[in-house]
């Protein structure tokens, strides 16, 4: 099993959808866990953490479930600017492990 | 402001040399890291370290190497055995609730 899974899509949404992605990650021991953000060609730029008791940003919600060791993310009414990568990220004990990301193409 | 710089911004290779990237930090972090990206892939590991004078392999470090001898800067070296170094390069270093990234570095090999 990977250390960390996502779905790498493309997700193609209309304007306005609600769109959700998960990512897998393979060690319970895991501590700290984000949504980056990646536009082509740029360096990822954090989103959210995420955390078990759920978190929200605007129209974004992130939730945590360690009892199935996955991570979500919810993008209410989608916007033209929300197209972009979106990673996954996990942090355990000694190092940093990113998943490789679900591309996102929100359609006029 | 605190941050991480990655220099340079784009570099071009003639095959069979070495190249060092450099990444400099000025946030205090202990941990830093360095990803390789190929275009519409994810981010691989490197090479990574916990602490001054300490570092260790990621999943991909053949071809590659490191040295960590202060705690702001921690360079990598591109060498002639990496067979395929044509790739965008991060160097990132993390607190305990953000990862920060430098802006990348583009290699290119002719």
């Known amino acids: 099993r990977k250390e960390v899974e996502q779905d790498p899509g493309p997700f193609n949404v209309p304007e306005g959808a609600t769109v959700a992605f998960n990512c897998t990650y393979s060690?319970?021991?895991?501590?700290?866990f984000f949504w980056y953000r990646q536009d082509c060609r740029k360096e990822p730029k954090l989103l959210m953490s995420v955390y078990s008791s759920g978190n929200e940003d605007g129209r974004f919600t992130a939730q945590l479930n360690r009892a199935s060791q996955y991570i979500s993310l919810l993008i209410r009414d989608s916007k033209l600017s929300d197209s972009a990568t979106y990673l996954c990220?996990?942090?355990?004990?000694?190092?940093?492990?990113f998943g490789k990301g679900t591309r996102l193409h929100i359609l006029p | 402001d605190g941050g991480i710089t990655q220099s340079p911004k784009y570099l071009f290779r003639k095959e069979g040399q070495n190249v060092t990237l450099s990444c400099e930090q000025n946030?205090?972090?202990?941990?830093m890291y360095w990803y390789r990206q190929d275009p519409g892939q994810g981010l691989r590991l490197i090479y990574y370290s916990q602490i001054v004078n300490d570092f260790q392999k990621g999943d991909i470090a053949e071809g590659y190497s490191v040295s960590r001898e202060k705690k702001e800067s921690f360079p990598l070296t591109v060498t002639s055995a990496q067979k395929n170094p044509t790739a965008f390069y991060l160097c990132?270093?993390?607190?305990?609730?953000?990862?920060?990234f430098g802006e990348g570095s583009w290699l290119t090999v002719v």
């Open positions: 990220v996990v942090r355990g004990d000694d190092k940093i492990i």
């Open positions: 946030l205090n972090h202990d941990a």
């Open positions: 060690n319970s021991a895991s501590q700290s």
């Open positions: 990132a270093s993390h607190s305990v609730n953000t990862i920060y």
